[in-house]
């Protein structure tokens, strides 16, 4: 989890950067040679926005970036303004930007596939929020695993992750701290996102010590509702938390539990997926009429 966590900052600060650089100092001989690199890098640095984990890199240096990455195409654009569009020895000049072309191509039908990833899908069943009073962020959400590592589960395909940021744009203090109270989210109230019947209530398991996980138990401590023909399970409860019992009524808002560490959880976070009650098969959910996808940000 350390490795990945690590991965994951560079892959969200050290890329981009390269390429806001790369930009920056770019000196192409042809307008046309510009456009290309241009592109290709705006291509790149698009996937990185939509695919890394800006709860962990910081909500707010991806809106630094971006401002970096406007800036370095500026920059360069007034240099090359005044540079012909293209040059006599022209087999020259595609041989030089072949490796351009090709990234380009690449990089573009990548982003294209995540994009669909991402808005290819109908609006889930529509919820209210399962949280109180803070700044959340989807961890994990869409249509695809480069969005959304439940994607490839059969009940799981529309799971959802959720965190809390502080007012810094992260998810903790630390990259993998141990102490589950250093996460924005840990201890944060869990509210039942529709008018149901707990079906299922499980507590009294431990909060797992980061980034250890009991896989024995993959849901730890949880509840479960029926909802209008869905089975709604929210998952990885806080030790000593779960409010409701099996049998009873809740209405939306009601308070289910706190968000904690247990069962199989590298980190603190609240996990929501729901099932067709009579299919067993994922349904895809919707808060407040919107997606919900990876870097999707609710405020409460």
Known sequence: MIAIAALMLVFCLLIPMFFIWRLWRMNEPT??????????SSMLVALVMLLGRWDMAGMWTRLILIGLAIAAALASARRHASRPWIVEDRQALWRSLGP????????????VYVVIGM??????????????????????????????????HPAQAHALDIVAVNAAGLRASGLIPKDPARYVVFGKTVISPCDGLVIAAVDGLADQTPPTADRAIPAGNHVILSCNGLHIELAHLRQGSVWPKTGEQVRTGAIIGLVGNSGNSTEPHLHIHATDAQTGEAAKLAFDGRNPLRNTQFVR
């Open 31 to 40: 307008r046309l040679g510009w456009l290309l690199v241009l592109m290709e």
């Open 100 to 111: 351009t072309v090709a990234s380009l191509l690449l990089s573009s039908a990548a982003l």
């Open 119 to 152: 808005t290819g899908q109908q609006t889930g069943y529509d919820l209210a929020f399962p949280l109180k009073e803070g700044h959340f962020v989807i961890a994990h959400g869409g249509g695809i695993s480069l969005l959304n590592h439940h994607s490839g």
